[in-house]
């Protein structure tokens, strides 16, 4: 039981984040887990019992994981007087709208 509960903390918190304009935080959770398509499963065997014995063990295992730095960049927004959507003269300027770190912070 206690697995599944912890699958179905997982899952909701992916889908929370992803809900939430967070993809980026749920797309990592399934990457590290080793798992595809963890926000459309239904069932009870999502994590391998075999890689994650006890009910904590993939938590622990993400909080063992090394820090990273995941920064994402997005489009600029043209200002007024910028010219046309198709004009190839325009510079299009990238702007960092996330900047945070993945893991615990030691």
């Known amino acids: 039981v206690r697995h599944f509960l912890t699958q179905r903390a997982v899952q909701s918190f992916m889908f929370l984040s992803d809900n939430c304009r967070d ?13 595809t398509n963890l926000l459309e499963y ?25 820090e990273e730095k995941i920064i994402i960049q997005t489009r600029g927004h043209r200002s007024f007087g910028g010219g046309s959507r198709n004009n190839p003269y325009v510079q299009v300027r990238y702007s960092v709208c996330a900047f945070f770190s993945v893991g615990v912070l030691t």
């Open 23 to 35: 993809p980026h935080t749920a797309d990592w959770i399934q990457n590290v887990a080793g798992l």
């Open 42 to 66: 239904h069932g009870t065997g999502a994590f391998n019992f075999t890689t994650y014995p006890y009910w904590d063990s993939f938590l622990l295992d993400l909080m063992s994981l090394p």
